[in-house]
C-alpha cells in the first residue's frame, strides 16, 4: 500500500506557471504507475497525465489538452511524482490528484487528497 500527498496548489494568472509535487509512502515506489488526474466542478475526474516507473517518452501519457503545456516527471530516489503545469489557462482551475497503481494492474486505486489550482484570466 502507498499513501500520496500533494502540495504545490494556488492562485496564478492565466498564462502562468505552477508545479505541483506528490510524495510517496508505504511502499517501493519503483513498483507503481503515477498519474495526476483533475475534477473541476460539475465534472468528472479525468486523467492529466501519466508516468511509468522509467521516464522516457514512450512512458508517458497526456491529455490532449495539456499536450506541450504540461510535463510530468518522478525522482524514484525522493518517491516523487511532479506534474509541471506552464502556458496555464483558465480552464485548467480544478482540484488536482495525484494517483497510484500496481504496474500492471488497470485502475488508479491510491489517491492523494487533492489540491486547488486555480488560472484567474
Known amino acids: 500500500q502507498v499513501q500520496l500527498v500533494e502540495s504545490g496548489g494556488g492562485l496564478v494568472q492565466a498564462g502562468g506557471s505552477l508545479r505541483l509535487s506528490c510524495t510517496a509512502s508505504?511502499?517501493?515506489?519503483?513498483?507503481?504507475?503515477l498519474a495526476w488526474f483533475r475534477q473541476a466542478p460539475g465534472n468528472q475526474r479525468e486523467l492529466v497525465a501519466a508516468?511509468?516507473?522509467?521516464?522516457?517518452?514512450?512512458?508517458?501519457d497526456y491529455a490532449d489538452s495539456v499536450k506541450g503545456r504540461f510535463t510530468i516527471s518522478r525522482d524514484n530516489t525522493r518517491n516523487t511524482v511532479y506534474l509541471q503545469m506552464n502556458s496555464l489557462k483558465p480552464e485548467d482551475t480544478a482540484v488536482y490528484f495525484c494517483?497510484?497503481?500496481?504496474?500492471?494492474?488497470?485502475?488508479?486505486?491510491?489517491w492523494g487528497q487533492g489540491t486547488q489550482v486555480t488560472v484567474s484570466s
Open positions: 494517483a497510484a497503481k500496481t504496474v500492471g494492474t488497470r485502475s488508479y486505486v491510491y
Open positions: 508516468v511509468q516507473p522509467i521516464v522516457r517518452a514512450s512512458t508517458t
Open positions: 508505504g511502499s517501493l515506489f519503483i513498483q507503481y504507475d
